[in-house]
């Protein structure tokens, strides 16, 4: 067969009804500015973490809002809390207690302990 310098990328669905919420529904009964975030990107933009990983707290905070759990759950370890994100948020949403429970509710909900 022959290749004419592109691919056709799978398709990329997401079923919401399948998606595990408990995660992003901690946060929020406990961090409820949580769903203030509109993903700028200034969290990330101004992470220690994201200058030396590939740590995204925008993608983590969009990622556990639709309940697609398996890269947080492995990212939020590079996180190392030092509250840049909660400084920079212009909607003042506190990053850093998301984070936190979010470590936590991984712990509660997941078999997967962190």
């Known amino acids: ?8 990328s799978k398709g990329r669905q997401i079923n919401y009804d399948l ?9 929020i009964e406990n961090e409820p500015s949580f769903r203030l975030c ?9 992470c220690t973490a994201g200058n030396f990983t590939q740590f995204s707290l925008r993608e983590l905070n969009i990622l556990i809002s639709r309940g697609e759990n398996d890269v947080p759950r492995n990212d939020i370890k ?7 994100c909660t400084l920079i948020c212009p909607r003042g949403v506190n990053t850093r207690n998301v ?3 979010a470590k936590q509710a ?3 909900f997941d078999s997967y302990a962190i």
Do not use: H, P, V
Request: proline share 0%.
């Open 1 to 8: 067969m022959e290749k004419f310098g592109f691919s056709i």
């Open 19 to 27: 998606n595990d919420r408990r995660i992003a529904e901690f946060i």
């Open 38 to 46: 509109i993903a700028c990107g200034g969290c990330s933009a101004s």
């Open 78 to 84: 590079k996180c190392m809390l030092c509250g840049k």
């Open 99 to 101: 984070i936190f429970l």
């Open 106 to 108: 991984f712990r509660k």
